[in-house]
């Protein structure tokens, strides 16, 4: 059975990515994935083609077989659950990891997004009408990240001596703590955890996907400025507006 994975080099993408390079890691024989790069900027998501596969119009999604499947969390949980390994315990060790993905897609995805997006895309918006909001995530960004510290405690990945996809999950947002200008320097063991999750080989591929080898770790000036350009219509849903 072919896998369809539907993505574009943004943490959301990037999760996917980097499950499937840590699944190559783990030694799981995939099948062959074919990789569909939308164009977030140009608007591909709102597309006939991607709508069919994902309703919510958003990468990530993954075909596999007939089954389309849409948000990350399922779909990282879906790939552990598939084709065992330690990235997914299937004893009762499970449910940790489970809740702190679940955490990552509800908590601190929608906020360090949010944050994100009045940070750096939201460039038609008055400023004034900006602060209460980046306020808002800003706080609540600090709160998840002292969460996710007490956490981590002084064990190396969050649910403790093995890397899961609760780190998967949360990792690609974490990592881009300078573009969102979420400080995480107050939370050492935090910024230990990115660096060590950076330094796995199979993270290093994932995170390669769709972008060029020199972006992998800081966009160029021309990238930050098309997304500075764009990004206000991705972040305030315009194209979604019109066509409907
Ligand atoms: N809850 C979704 C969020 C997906 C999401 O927000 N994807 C972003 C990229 S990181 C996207 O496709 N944005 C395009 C848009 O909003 O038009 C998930 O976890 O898969």
Redesign the pocket.
């Known amino acids: 059975m072919t896998m369809t994975f539907w993505t574009?080099a943004?943490?959301?993408?990037w999760k996917i990515s980097i499950m499937l390079e840590e699944l190559k890691e783990a030694g799981v024989a995939l099948p062959e994935v074919e990789v569909r790069t939308v164009n977030?900027l140009g608007g591909e998501?709102f597309s006939d083609e991607f709508t069919a596969v994902n309703p919510n119009?958003?990468?990530?999604a993954l075909q596999h077989g007939d089954m389309n499947l849409?948000?990350?969390?399922a779909i990282l949980q879906y790939l552990g659950e598939a084709y065992p390994s330690p990235l997914l315990p299937l004893d009762d060790g499970k449910w940790d990891v489970l809740a702190w993905l679940f955490w990552q897609?509800a908590n601190l995805?929608p906020v360090f997004?949010n944050k994100l997006s009045n940070t750096r895309y939201m460039t038609d918006v008055d400023d004034v009408l900006k602060s209460h909001p980046l306020e808002l995530f800003n706080k609540e960004a600090l709160r998840l990240l002292s969460v996710l510290s007490n956490k981590l405690g002084d064990t190396p990945y969050i649910c403790g001596d093995t890397f899961t996809i609760a780190d998967i999950a949360s990792y690609p947002w974490v990592r881009g703590w300078k573009w969102s200008k979420i400080d995480i320097t107050g939370f050492p063991n935090v910024m230990a955890w990115v660096d060590r999750i950076r330094a796995r080989p199979g993270v290093d591929r994932g995170l390669k996907y769709g972008i060029a080898e020199d972006e992998v770790d800081g966009w160029s000036k021309e990238t930050k400025a098309q997304y500075a350009k764009l990004g206000a219509s991705?972040a305030s849903?315009q194209k979604l507006r019109t066509v409907q």
Not at 57 to 60: L, Y
């Open positions: 574009a943004t943490p959301n993408g977030l998501q119009q958003k990468i990530p849409m948000e990350s969390g897609v995805g997004g991705m849903n």
